[in-house]
Structure formats: C-alpha cells, structure tokens
C-alpha cells in the first residue's frame, strides 16, 4: 500500500491514499507499548527523559531519523528540549519510580546532557550531514552558546573543527565511539595510488595476467574503499537517489561486468576465450571465498550474459576439458539464482556474525528496505491521530547495521598500487575501448563463427 508523507511539520504527516487498510491489532498494540510515536518533539523527548533510558531506541533514531525529518528540524528540536530544562517545563511520568528518585535540578541535568550526548552521536554516525555549513554553523552557535553557560561543550566544537576539515569518508572513520579523534586516520584508497603512473606500468599490466587471487584481493579493497564512506542518508535519506557513494558502487558493479565480457569477446580465438573464461571462473570463485560478494555477482552475471553464453563452442571446449572449472559455474549459478540471492544473503550474515570481511549484494539490499517501505507504511492512523511508525524504522536499522558492521571488518591486504590504480582509473575506461553497440556486433559475430565451427566439428 503507498503512503506519502511531507518533510514539515511532524504532527501534519498524514496518509493520503484513502485505501489505506486500518492498523493491525499488531500495530494498535505496538503503539499501546509505546512503539509508535506522533510527533518529532515525541521522539526527542524519549530519547532524553530520565523515565525512558532505552539505547536501542535511541541508536534506531540516530540511524532513520532521515526518513521521517531532516537534520536542521531535529538538531532545532534538541536545542529547544535543552533550553526547557532550565524554565522547568519538562514533562514526567507520575507512575515513573525512576522520575521521583530525580529532583528537578538534577532531572535538567540529565536532559542536558542526553541532548549532548545525543548532538556526539549525531556527529560520529552522520557527520556527513555537518559538511553542509548551515549544519554545522547550527551546531556551532549552539555549543559557543552552552559554553558560554559553564557547560563543557569543548570536544564537541572540536569534532565540529575535524568534520570541517576532512571532506571525505564516513565519520565512523574520524572518530571513535566516544568521539576522541581515530588512529589511525581513514584515508581513501585514492591517497596510496599514484594516478600519474609511468607509461610502462599501464601500457603493458593486463589484470588477466595476474595470479587470480591476488586480483581478487586488490578488487576487495577497492570495493570497501566505497563501502565505508555510505552513511544512513546514503542508504535511506532523501539523498539516497542522488548519493555519489551510492553511484560510485554502482558504477563499480557495471565496469566490472563490462570489462569481463569485453575480455572474452576481444580474444580471437576459441582457445583463448577458453583461457580467458577459465581465469573469470576462478575469479569469481576467490571473490566469493573473501566474501566480495558484490563483484562476485558482477562477474558471475558478466561471464553467463547471453553475449557470452552463446559461445556453444567456446562453453563445449570447457567442458570438455577443464571439468572442474565448468563444475565451479554450476555452483555459482545455485549461489546466485537461490531465491534473489537468499543464499547470499545468509552467507553475508554469517560472516558479519564471525567478525570477517564482507561486501554485501547492495541490490539485494535496495530490495530489502524497499520491501520495508512496501508492507510498512511511514504511518499509522489511529483515530484522529497519526503516528510515525517505528516498527517501520527498526526494520530499517537492522539494515543499516549490518552494513555499519562490513564497515567495520576490513580486509588487511597490502595495497598493491598499480592494481589499485588500474582499478581505480583505467577498468572504469573500458566501456569507452569497447561501447555497447560494439559489443553486440562483436558478439553476434562470435556466435556466428562458433556455430560454423560447431557444425564442421559434427561433420568430421
């Protein structure tokens, strides 16, 4: 069922659709146990009273707050709840044994600093959003102003001063959890290779001329080069659509599928397509074993095309010879044609639950949280009274946890900088040496000799 929702003002989001079901007696009960909240002002308020200290409801707010309001309406928000614990207008809960142990200075107290603690997390999970100015001068004003005040505000200001000068990478990677500065620094893989390589080094590498796991190693760092600078409003914010992370992933997916087709259909001979298929194969099998999974699909995908799978004669010859390799095909088509990537799926989880490096299938993830938005409306209507659904959120951020997690578990492979810098620079080129309509004319031109050989071979 759609639902559409406005970005201002929190109590005005409203379901339009007029087929809107009526909640599930699932849904009245989440929102009976406090699960589902009306408003923005509701759910700052949660997060920083002394009756509801729940962590996990603060870590799924920090990590959706994207999809239901932006970042200037909620940093706006948290201010005013931190100026109201001075006036003594904050609310309580009569029935709250917690609530009476706190007086009312020391109730303000708190709430102060669960707004700080709050604004610390914003800025180590979502910095990205303080790059933008407006953000951040927000920020600052505020903190100057708390300073002013006797509060100690002095590391925030300067994780604010970090943010601003670091223009790159995701802000998990600035800082530790309690937001002292990381060690060491995240640095882009961009910074270990010289683009300005000799002409030896380009002219003659050739990544099929390489050990294939060592390839494979080289292409795990590039992979998670990109990985760790997605953000929540990368993944699910208003941004999402235009996100650079996000492009430059997929970009990443659509040269790698290129440049393994164009490889085997540039070969002139059967026996080299052989030669060359059997190194995609064995590649695709390292990716899958480092759990690239990602580019193991990119390249599965690529080497199964229709471009490719019509080569009859060049697919019989592997067969025939190289059976071990055509069994290893067998098995990445189960892996890949298991229930939209199911199995993959599992395989990813289990890793991230053992700690071990992985890079997920991300459209097997576009398709996860758009199930999500599909069966979980953005809000409930109970009454005369709307409520964001939350249920909806925490499906969302056991998503961006996982992926939070491969962040984390990175591969320690030494940087090989002229495979680094092929894949960096030169891979992405090659939809330019062989474009499309050239690799359909080539293709069809292939198919067509291996048929006649095909034929001669029956008639011998």
């Given at each position: 069922?759609?639902t559409?929702?406005?970005?201002?003002?929190?109590?005005?989001?409203?379901?339009?659709t007029?087929?809107?079901?009526?909640?599930?007696e699932?849904?009245?009960?989440?929102?009976?146990?406090?699960?589902?909240v009306?408003?923005?002002?509701?759910?700052?308020?949660?997060?920083?009273?002394v009756?509801?200290?729940?962590?996990?409801?603060?870590?799924?707010?920090?990590?959706?707050?994207?999809?239901?309001?932006?970042?200037?309406?909620?940093l706006?928000?948290?201010?005013?709840?931190f100026?109201?614990?001075?006036e003594?207008?904050?609310?309580?809960?009569?029935?709250?044994?917690?609530?009476?142990?706190?007086?009312?200075?020391?109730?303000g107290?708190?709430?102060?600093?669960?707004?700080?603690?709050?604004?610390?997390?914003?800025?180590?999970?979502?910095?990205?959003?303080?790059?933008?100015?407006?953000?951040?001068?927000?920020?600052?004003?505020?903190l100057?102003?708390?300073?002013?005040?006797?509060?100690?505000?002095?590391?925030?200001?300067?994780?604010?001063?970090?943010?601003?000068?670091t223009?790159?990478?995701?802000?998990r990677?600035?800082?530790t959890?309690?937001?002292?500065?990381?060690?060491?620094?995240?640095?882009?893989?961009?910074?270990?290779?010289?683009?300005?390589?000799?002409?030896s080094?380009?002219?003659?590498?050739?990544?099929?001329?390489?050990?294939?796991?060592?390839?494979?190693?080289?292409?795990?760092l590039?992979?998670?080069?990109?990985?760790?600078?997605?953000?929540?409003?990368?993944?699910?914010?208003?941004?999402?659509?235009?996100?650079?992370?996000?492009?430059?992933?997929?970009?990443?997916?659509e040269?790698?599928?290129?440049?393994?087709?164009?490889?085997?259909?540039?070969?002139?001979?059967?026996?080299?397509?052989v030669?060359?298929?059997r190194?995609l194969?064995i590649?695709?099998?390292?990716?899958?074993?480092?759990g690239?999974?990602?580019?193991?699909?990119?390249?599965?995908?690529?080497?199964?095309?229709?471009?490719?799978f019509?080569?009859?004669?060049?697919?019989?010859?592997l067969?025939?010879?190289?059976?071990?390799?055509?069994?290893?095909?067998?098995r990445?088509?189960?892996?890949?044609?298991?229930?939209?990537?199911n199995?993959?799926k599992?395989?990813?989880?289990?890793?991230?639950?053992?700690?071990?490096?992985?890079?997920?299938?991300?459209?097997?993830?576009?398709?996860?949280?758009?199930?999500?938005?599909?069966?979980h409306?953005?809000?409930?209507?109970?009454?005369?009274?709307?409520?964001?659904?939350?249920?909806?959120?925490q499906k969302?951020?056991?998503?961006?946890?996982?992926?939070?997690?491969?962040?984390?578990?990175?591969?320690?492979?030494?940087?090989?900088?002229?495979?680094?810098g092929?894949?960096?620079?030169?891979?992405?080129?090659?939809?330019h040496?062989?474009?499309s309509?050239?690799?359909?004319?080539?293709a069809?031109?292939?198919?067509?000799m291996?048929?006649?050989?095909l034929?001669?071979?029956?008639?011998?």
């Open positions: 069922t759609a559409t929702t406005t970005t201002t003002p929190m109590h005005d989001l409203k379901i339009e007029e087929e809107e079901k009526e909640p599930s699932n849904r009245l009960s989440m929102i009976a146990d406090g699960y589902a009306e408003s923005l002002e509701a759910i700052v308020e949660r997060i920083t009273s009756e509801h200290q729940d962590v996990s409801f603060t870590s799924m707010c920090i990590a959706t707050y994207h999809t239901f309001t932006t970042i200037d309406k909620l706006e928000t948290l201010f005013k709840r100026q109201r614990s001075f003594g207008a904050l609310e309580s809960s009569p029935s709250s044994s917690c609530s009476s142990s706190f007086t009312a200075s020391s109730k107290k708190f709430v102060r600093q669960s707004v700080l603690n709050m604004l610390k997390r914003l800025m180590i999970e979502n910095g990205k959003e303080f790059r933008e100015t407006k953000n951040r001068e927000m920020a600052r004003s505020f100057n102003e708390v300073c002013a005040d006797g509060t100690n505000s002095a590391q925030l200001l300067a994780m604010l001063d970090t943010i601003e000068r223009r790159y990478g995701n802000t990677l600035l800082f959890l309690a937001g002292t500065p990381a060690d060491p620094p995240f640095f882009p893989l961009r910074r270990f290779v010289d683009r300005t390589r000799s002409f080094e380009t002219r003659y590498f050739h990544p099929l001329r390489l050990n294939m796991k060592q390839l494979a190693q080289q292409m795990c590039w992979s998670h080069d990109a990985l760790i600078q997605l953000t929540p409003c990368d993944i699910i914010g208003k941004q999402a659509a235009t996100s650079k992370v996000i492009h430059r992933l997929k970009l990443q997916h040269a790698t599928s290129h440049w393994v087709i164009a490889s085997i259909l540039l070969c002139e001979t059967v026996k080299d397509r030669k060359t298929l190194k194969i590649l695709a099998s390292n990716l899958y074993k480092l690239n999974l990602e580019l193991f699909v990119a390249v599965y995908s690529a080497y199964t095309h229709s471009h490719i019509h080569l009859k004669s060049t697919w019989a010859v067969g025939s010879k190289h059976k071990k390799k055509h069994a290893m095909t067998a990445h088509k189960q892996l890949y044609e298991s229930g939209k990537f199995q993959l599992k395989i990813a989880f289990q890793r991230v639950q053992e700690g071990e490096p992985c890079i997920p299938v991300f459209a097997r993830i576009k398709k996860t949280l758009m199930y999500f938005k599909l069966t409306p953005a809000t409930i209507q109970e009454g005369a009274s709307t409520f964001i659904n939350l249920e909806r959120q969302m951020k056991e998503v961006l946890d996982m992926i939070s997690a491969c962040q984390q578990a990175a591969y320690n492979f030494p940087i090989n900088p002229v495979i680094c092929y894949l960096l620079y030169d891979l992405m080129e090659t939809q040496e062989l474009g309509d050239e690799i359909l004319l080539r069809q031109q292939l198919k067509e291996e048929e006649l050989l034929k001669k071979e029956k008639g011998k």
